[in-house]
């Protein structure tokens, strides 16, 4: 009985090794594939929202500037 374990244990280390060792080499291909995709995807997703952070400001400052005008505008009318 107890060799009968042993020799499962055995068999099972043996299959379970290789079979962990190519599982992970296709992960690690499928990583070194994928990663320079995924830094060049970030990089464009940080490069549009600062783009969109800027035109966001610039409309902001423009109400303000807007703002500006009109109030002077009604000052000079009121005068």
Partial sequence: MKIK???????TILIAVPMGVLVAA???IQIILTFPFC???NSFRKI?????????E????????KHIKRMAQNEKDLN
């Fill in 58 to 65: 610039e409309k902001h400052s423009d109400i303000w500037s």
């Fill in 39 to 41: 830094v060049c995807r």
């Fill in 5 to 11: 374990k042993l020799l499962i244990l055995l068999l």
């Fill in 26 to 28: 296709f992960a690690f």
């Fill in 48 to 56: 549009e929202l600062e783009h969109a952070n800027k035109e966001l």
